[in-house]
């Protein structure tokens, strides 16, 4: 464990601001006090911050950027990215559910998935959505027959999802462009190109585009290159208009990282098209992460803290992996700060523990805080915005933590924090 200075700036969303006595803001709004006025755990997110984001994608990739809703989706969140121009990507029938909910219109959609059910893509088709991204070939004929039912009039927009065989370098739970994956449809076997001319012959289908997705937190962008080499003579064979690369760019967690900006992806990308003879093929993007990852800062409230005769701090917050599953599920790390003292040297080393019921709940392995942080302080971890709330659950019958939205000096509640009636209200 180690000592640290203060909060790197760079780990906390665009608006942050600190105030002379060391108070942190967001958007206007002191962390304590909406710690105080919403509770703990709480999430933050900075709306200007994901603004932010998503008019750099959409200046980058004006061909598209279609938002990947798992990292974080809500009503709130949907019609703030739709609202900015970008589109939604969807990969359930539940992630759609939602986005009607929001009223977002079907001309903004894709559809993703692996195994979309029969139900998914009457709901999907039904519904409007504008582009659904084939992932086996066994869809072509199920998408043709829904379209040709639900929506004769129209032909229905397919992508197909293929993997060109690139490793790249993250944690293997969320690499995907490799060629052994349970997405997409293989190149190299020549199955890609079967899926394309069934795509091709069938009338209630028009192909747009073809599709990858290498994995997520990718910081090499090379990976991305490699990919358009792999796919370009398909672009060019069947004169196919878009690429969508997927997302995956990699965002900063932890002092000393540096996240990949749209910018430089979009350069690469576009160099590798022209380097491969492609002109005219239209780039478009699904990030998730890498728009809402740093607006998002998780509260919490210090309970309990040991003091090991082995020298390591224990210290307990009011929550943990059933709001932040990823330290446990792929070792991420995190850092810890207390918003109260932002502009302190963190010099008491600490590890973050959760209060759950597993050795495995930790929530900042090597961290540091301010000294003379104690129970009933608030702390925070920042970049918290992606994944976290997505994949939070009720574990140990916790309930889930409220959202917050700040902008301009004001808090805005979108979702509530869940009580015990919400706990049982499965309960038959
Ligand atoms: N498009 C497709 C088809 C995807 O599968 C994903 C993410 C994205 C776009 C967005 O990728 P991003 O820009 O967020 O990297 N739970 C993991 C990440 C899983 C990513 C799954 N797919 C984590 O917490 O690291």
Do not use: W
């Amino acid at each position: 464990l180690s000592k640290r200075g203060p909060i790197p700036t760079e780990l906390l969303p665009a608006t942050a601001a600190i105030d002379g006595a060391g108070r942190l803001s967001v958007g206007g709004v002191d962390l304590v006090e909406l710690a105080e006025e919403f509770g703990t755990p709480l999430f933050v997110y900075d709306e200007a911050d994901i603004v932010m984001r998503c008019r750099a994608a959409l200046s980058s990739f004006p061909g598209g950027v279609y938002y990947a809703s798992k990292a974080f989706l809500c009503k709130h969140v949907a019609r703030l990215v739709t609202g900015e121009g970008l589109g939604l990507d969807v990969a359930t029938g539940g992630e759609l559910a939602v986005a009607q909910a929001a009223g977002i219109g079907g001309n903004r959609l894709t559809l993703h998935g692996n195994n979309k059910s029969e139900a998914e893509l009457v709901q999907a088709i039904a519904y409007g959505v504008d582009r659904i991204v084939v992932d086996d070939g066994s869809e072509v004929p199920r998408i043709a027959a829904t379209a040709a039912a639900l929506s004769p009039g129209r032909r229905q927009k397919v992508l197909v999802r293929v993997t060109p065989g690139v490793m790249v370098d993250t944690h293997r739970f969320v690499m995907t462009g490799q060629a052994d994956s349970k997405f997409g449809v293989e190149i190299a076997s020549g199955a890609a190109e079967r899926v394309i001319q069934a795509i091709l012959s069938e009338p209630h289908l028009s192909l747009v585009g073809l599709h990858f997705h290498l994995g997520s937190q990718i910081f090499d962008l090379s990976a991305f290159e490699v990919a358009v080499s792999v796919v370009a003579p398909l672009l060019e064979r069947y004169e196919i208009g878009e690429l969508s690369i997927g997302g995956g760019l990699g965002v900063a967690y932890v002092e000393g990282e540096v996240g990949a900006s749209f910018e430089e992806l979009a350069a690469r990308v576009n160099a590798a098209l022209k380097a491969n003879g492609l002109q005219d093929v239209s780039v478009t993007i699904e990030p998730g992460r890498s728009i809402v990852a740093r607006a998002g800062i998780t509260l919490y409230r210090v309970g309990v803290i040991k003091e090991l005769s082995t020298g390591t701090r224990y210290v307990a917050v009011d929550g943990g992996m059933s709001d932040n599953p990823r330290p446990v599920l792929y070792g991420s790390g995190y850092e810890v700060f207390a918003p109260g003292a932002a502009a302190s040297d963190r010099d008491v080393p600490v590890r973050l523990v959760g209060k759950h019921c597993e050795s495995g709940d930790v929530v900042v392995e090597d961290g540091a805080l301010p000294t003379g942080i104690g129970p009933g302080d608030v702390v925070a971890t920042p970049v918290t915005g992606a994944y976290g709330y997505s994949m939070a659950s009720n574990y140990n019958k916790v309930p889930r933590p409220a959202v917050v939205f700040v902008r301009d000096g004001k808090a805005r509640l979108v979702l509530r924090r869940e009580t015990y009636d919400d706990l049982m209200r499965l309960e038959v």
